[in-house]
Structures are given as C-alpha cells and as structure tokens.
C-alpha cells in the first residue's frame, strides 16, 4: 500500500520553483547571494529578534550556538531526554556531557522540576526544546538560569510561530535554533537558523559559520571555525516558504481543532493539550495511547490503509552512548509517553475531509480492542 497521508510533507506551492530558477540561471547558487540576507530577515523576524544566522541544518545551528557560548570538556548542559537525538549530540560534539531532565506529563515538554534537580557546579547551561510545536513553560526555566548564571538556548527546531505569553519562540532564551529540514513547519530542504538578540553573540556566530575568517583580513583565522553555510538555493526556497509563513502556521493550528474535535471522547486517546498562556505551533499533531502494544497495533492497521504514523521520540538516556549520562532518576514520565505517543499525519495542506477519514480510521480500529479487553477483563 502506498503512503496516502504522510505525516509531514512540505507544501511547495508559492514562489520556490522561481525562486531556485531565479539562482540557477543568474549563477548564484552557492553561499553568496541576494536570497540568503533576504532569508535571514524573514527569520529573525519569525522569532522576534534583531539577528538570524542562516545554517546548513538544525544540527549545526545548535552546535554553533554551543560553539559560540565556548562550551567544553568538563561542562555539562541539561537536556530533555525526550527530544530528537540531535538536542544531546550537539552538546557532545563540544566534548560537554548533556544531562537528561525528565518531561512534564501534559505538554511533555521539558520540566522545569526536574531541571532543578539536575543542577551541579559544572551546569553550563539548558537547553529546552519545544516538543511537537509545542512551547516549554520558560517563566521557570528563565527563573532558573537566572538565579543560577546559566545560559537559555531553546531547541526551537519543531516549533516556529510558536508562542509563550505573547512572545515568539527563540526570542526567550539567549539563543533559539531552528530547523528547516523537509518535514518542518518550513523547509529549505535541509537547513537551519540561529536566531539571538545579543549582538555580541550574532558577531560570533557568523565569524565560527565562516570558518572562524577574520571579517577584517581574508584567510587569517584567529580560531577554529565550522563551514555551516546555507546556500543561496536553500535561501531561495526559503524566502518562497517565509512568505507564506503566517497561513502555514494557521493551517497548522487549524488542523489541529479539527483533530480535538473529531477524536475527542475517543477511549483510549489522551489528546494534546495547549497550555494556558501557550500557543503552540503543531508541528506534529501528537496523542497518546493506552500502551506500547496498542499503540503499535493501531499504527500498523493506520499503515495498511496508506495512513503513515510516527511513533514519540525514544528516550535519550536509555540509548547505548548516553546510558552512562546523568539523568533525573531514568526519566519515569519520559519513558512512559515516549512508549505510548504517536503523531498523526499533520501536513499544513491537508482539509477536513482528510481529518475525518484518518480520525475515523483511529476510532475503528480503538474500538474493537477494547472491547476485547473489556472482555477478556
Ligand atoms: C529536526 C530537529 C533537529 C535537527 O534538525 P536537522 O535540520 O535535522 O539537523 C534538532 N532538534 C529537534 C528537536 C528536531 O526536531
């Protein structure tokens, strides 16, 4: 069976086509370019800073920003363990050790208890990262760092458009990262962003992308720098994408009501909350199941009828080169949601009438195995 719905494709529909052409045929195909400036404008504006680097991917926008805080051997940097691979790997890349928090049981964002917890003379810094869309209650994390001088870079890679009391995603740390690989809220095929308000640190971010080259004498270098360069291609498709940016994010949020409403008081779904004060962006429309197994066999039966599924992120702690790394007592709440989660497909495009056949598809196949249970109880 082929896949009908995939769970993130990109809409491609407004100006990226010209865009790219327009770079291909004036030559301007590699990191200099008119695009790239244009991108980072509509970036930084997205995130309600004065600065955004563009990158090559979101990877290496989180390991530009850890380079450019000079995070080292010895340090270590609090992490949720439920996030993709890439929040932790960033962390090691700088030779730091990354700490594994727990995550809040409603929004299952990072939990602002069990960072405190965490917290030892060598803490450098947090990295919260707002999951499926959804944003991090940051007042506390804020607080935290505050009282203890740590650094604030929030993994903002699913989640831009975001909001938390009024204010964007990536503007509320020291630094936001962002991803723009195919499946994101927009993409440049891959790419990535650092967005900041300090000037101080948007100085040093361009001068470690570019290879660490003295702005004021070419081919002298007075450290080591990265080539995390975007290209003016990647930025072409970009800037298409920024200009939709706004219906993009609405489409988002629009699917997800439709989602509320055609699986709520479905038995054996727990559904996404929003909380008070937050907007999320919905990359992702996630939900939670009553167990692993059912879970499984409800994505299984989604995939037979070409309705593709994904299962939550692992946890990090429990992977074979973190097992060693310090946790909040194994993470308990992570290991519990990150077993029983799944993200319905949740592309901007898709129209009620596709929501109301993949929600039927999940209350059909919900039902018959509880009343199994039921009986077999
Ligand atoms: C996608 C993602 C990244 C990494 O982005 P890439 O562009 O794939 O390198 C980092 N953190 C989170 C939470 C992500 O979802």
Same mark, same amino acid.
């Given at each position: ?5 995939p769970?993130?494709a990109p ?6 086509l010209r865009?790219a052409e327009?770079?291909?045929k004036?030559?301007w195909v *590699?990191s200099q370019?008119?695009?790239?400036k244009?991108?980072?404008e509509?970036v930084?504006?997205?995130a ?7 990158v090559?991917?979101?990877t290496?926008a989180?390991?530009l920003?850890?380079?450019?805080l000079d995070?080292?051997?010895?340090d270590e ?5 439920l ?8 962390v &090691? ?5 990354p700490v594994f928090a727990d995550?809040?049981?409603? @929004?299952w964002?990072i939990?602002p208890?069990?960072?405190e917890r965490?917290i030892?003379p060598?803490? /450098?810094?947090?990295?919260p ?15 935290l760092?505050r ?5 604030v ?5 699913e989640a831009?458009?975001?909001?938390y009391k009024? /204010?964007l995603v ?6 936001? @990262?962002?991803s723009?690989f195919?499946?994101?809220?927009i @993409? &440049?095929g891959?790419g990535?962003?650092?967005? &900041?308000?300090c000037?101080?640190?948007?100085a ?6 570019g290879?660490?080259m003295?702005?004021?004498k ?6 080591v720098?990265f080539?995390?360069r975007?290209?003016n ?7 298409a ?5 706004t219906?993009?994010v609405?489409?988002r ?8 409403s055609a699986l709520s008081g479905?038995?054996?779904? &727990?559904?996404p909350v ?16 009553a167990d692993e197994?059912?879970?499984d066999a409800?994505?299984s039966?989604l995939l037979d009828t070409g309705?593709e599924t994904?299962?939550f992120?692992y946890?990090?702690?429990?992977m074979?080169?973190?097992?060693a790394?310090?946790?909040d007592?194994?993470?308990?709440v @992570?290991r519990d949601?990150s077993?029983r989660g799944l993200?319905l497909?949740? *592309? ?7 929501v ?13 195995s509880?009343?199994?249970?039921r009986k077999a109880?």
């Amino acid at each position: 069976m082929s896949i009908r719905y995939p769970v993130a494709a990109p809409d491609l529909s407004g100006n990226e086509l010209r865009y790219a052409e327009e770079c291909i045929k004036s030559s301007w195909v *590699s990191s200099q370019g008119t695009f790239l400036k244009r991108f980072e404008e509509q970036v930084a504006a997205a995130a309600g800073t004065p600065y955004a680097v563009a990158v090559c991917n979101g990877t290496a926008a989180l390991h530009l920003a850890l380079a450019a805080l000079d995070l080292g051997p010895g340090d270590e940097v609090i992490v949720p363990s439920l996030t993709f691979i890439a929040t932790a790997n960033a962390v &090691t890349y700088c030779g730091a050790t990354p700490v594994f928090a727990d995550c809040d049981p409603e @929004t299952w964002c990072i939990a602002p208890e069990s960072i405190e917890r965490l917290i030892s003379p060598r803490t /450098k810094g947090i990295i919260p990262v707002h999951l499926y869309g959804h944003p991090c209650d940051m007042d506390p994390i804020l607080a935290l760092a505050r009282d203890r001088r740590l650094w604030v870079v929030e993994d903002a890679a699913e989640a831009m458009g975001a909001m938390y009391k009024g /204010k964007l995603v990536g503007s509320l740390g020291d630094m936001g @990262t962002f991803s723009f690989f195919g499946n994101k809220i927009i @993409t &440049t095929g891959e790419g990535g962003a650092v967005v &900041t308000q300090c000037e101080r640190l948007n100085a040093r971010l361009n001068l470690l992308r570019g290879q660490g080259m003295d702005p004021q004498k070419r081919y002298w270098h007075n450290v080591v720098g990265f080539n995390y360069r975007m290209t003016n291609l990647a930025a072409a498709l970009g800037v298409a994408q920024m200009e939709r940016f706004t219906t993009l994010v609405e489409q988002r949020r629009r699917l997800a009501r439709w989602y509320d409403s055609a699986l709520s008081g479905v038995e054996g779904l &727990t559904l996404p909350v929003e909380a008070q004060g937050s907007q999320s962006a919905y990359w992702m429309y996630s939900l939670l199941t009553a167990d692993e197994a059912s879970r499984d066999a409800l994505r299984s039966g989604l995939l037979d009828t070409g309705i593709e599924t994904r299962p939550f992120f692992y946890p990090i702690n429990e992977m074979p080169m973190y097992a060693a790394a310090p946790s909040d007592r194994g993470c308990p709440v @992570t290991r519990d949601v990150s077993y029983r989660g799944l993200s319905l497909p949740s *592309s901007s495009y898709l129209q009620y009438s596709d929501v109301e056949l993949i929600s039927a598809g999940l209350r059909t196949r919900l039902k018959p195995s509880l009343s199994r249970l039921r009986k077999a109880g």
